[in-house]
């Protein structure tokens, strides 16, 4: 028996339209986290199925049994992607320095969720995928690139 454990990064159709990466196309405002440079990868859903097939073909099959495989769609930042959706929309989003945009120290998001934890409120939960997502350490380029996925890893 084998096993593959597939890591992607935050769901990037569904983190997008909320803000959780940075912009939020809906209440035209942006959030930054920990200054918003730091590089992350999300994954789309639609490249996460398509990772699912390509490990279980037996062309993959051996070279992904007994490990974990990373994947994620693009690498970007909230601050690149907060340019992008400004440009797509045609939204001023403003900046750190102009006080528009609010830069939140995961340090504090992380001890908000114990406190509310400890307290019993378990939305505090969704304040550790910010401290995964942006704190020291999460991010980078280790991600195991399957064949034929081109698309992997490009930079917006």
Known sequence: MTWTSLNNGAFLDITIKFGALGPNPMTKQAVFH??????????????????????????????????????????VTERKLTAMVAKILGVDFGSVEDGRIPDVSVGELMEKAKEQLEAGDM?????????MMYEEGYGGRDFKKLPGMSAWGYEL
């Open 34 to 75: 920990n200054g918003g440079d730091n590089e992350i990868g999300p994954s789309t859903l639609a490249d996460i199925a398509d990772a699912i097939v390509r490990i279980l073909d037996p062309v993959n099959f051996a070279d992904t049994a007994n490990q974990a495989v990373y994947i994620y769609s693009a690498a």
């Open 123 to 131: 939305t505090g939960m969704l304040n550790y995928y910010y401290v």
